[in-house]
T-cell receptor, first 117, second 113 residues
Framework: DTAVSQTPKYLVTQMGNDKSIKCEQNLGHDTMYWYKQDSKKFLKIMFS???????INETVPNRFSPKSPDKAHLNLHINSLELGDSAVYFC????????????????FGSGTRLTVV | GDSVTQMEGPVTLSEEAFLTINCTYT??????LFWYVQYPGEGLQLLLK?????DKGSNKGFEATYRKETTSFHLEKGSVQVSDSAVYFC????????????FGQGTELSVKP
């Protein structure tokens, strides 16, 4: 069983389109994240949810909207796609972020490679 | 602000060579520190971690020691294999920041037979 699964693995789309990436984890973790990895492999956090509540919302264009229907799922919807959105998007989850009990690290999905043409 | 700096890659080694990948950090408070590995076409996997000063994390022959005095968490392995070829990321988690990880830029390692 895959612990953190993302779909689709590859996504090629035209500028201006709207697309969604789905993520599911079966680890029972409370917190889920979206990270963006650019062409130079640099990773930057976009969002995180803890038990369906948004807790981290970095400086991301409002064309990006996360949705967490339950604590096992975190989806990412992107409106009006631009060339600069091309990247690999990783979903991740973590066990416990409570101060003093954190430090577990993340379990990552295998990524979604988004190419905007 | 909080940040992680890793040595530039790519690093190319022969099989059985000694590996060091340097990582230094800047953080307020007392972060937890991590090394992740990314094989081609895959997501990141947690390699090892340390949650307080002087802790040593180890896994699969890799080691790193949390050095508060030098704000460093260098990754080492005594004898690398071709299968260790990957990109290695150092990361820190700041206390009470909702589990947010800040990553270094990654260091690509290539091991030749």
């Amino acid at each position: 069983d895959t612990a953190v699964s993302q779909t689709p693995k590859y996504l090629v789309t035209q500028m201006g389109n709207d697309k969604s990436i789905k993520c599911e984890q079966n680890l029972g973790h409370d917190t889920m994240y979206w990270y963006k990895q650019d062409s130079k492999k640099f990773l930057k956090i976009m969002f995180s949810y803890n038990n369906k509540e948004l807790i981290i919302n970095e400086t991301v264009p409002n064309r990006f909207s996360p949705k967490s229907p339950d604590k096992a799922h975190l989806n990412l919807h992107i409106n009006s796609l631009e060339l600069g959105d091309s990247a690999v998007y990783f979903c991740a989850s973590s066990q416990d972020i409570t101060p003093g009990r954190s430090g577990y690290g993340y379990t990552f999905g295998s990524g979604t490679r988004l190419t905007v043409v | 602000g909080d940040s992680v700096t890793q040595m530039e890659g790519p690093v190319t080694l022969s099989e059985e060579a000694f590996l060091t990948i340097n990582c230094t950090y800047t953080a307020t408070g007392y972060p937890s520190l991590f090394w992740y590995v990314q094989y081609p076409g895959e997501g990141l996997q947690l390699l090892l971690k340390a949650t307080k000063a002087d802790d040593k994390g180890s896994n699969k022959g890799f080691e790193a020691t949390y050095r508060k005095e030098t704000t460093s968490f260098h990754l080492e392995k005594g004898s690398v294999q071709v299968s260790d070829s990957a990109v290695y990321f150092c990361a820190l988690e700041i206390y009470n920041q909702g589990g947010k990880l800040i990553f270094g830029q990654g260091t690509e390692l290539s091991v030749k037979p």
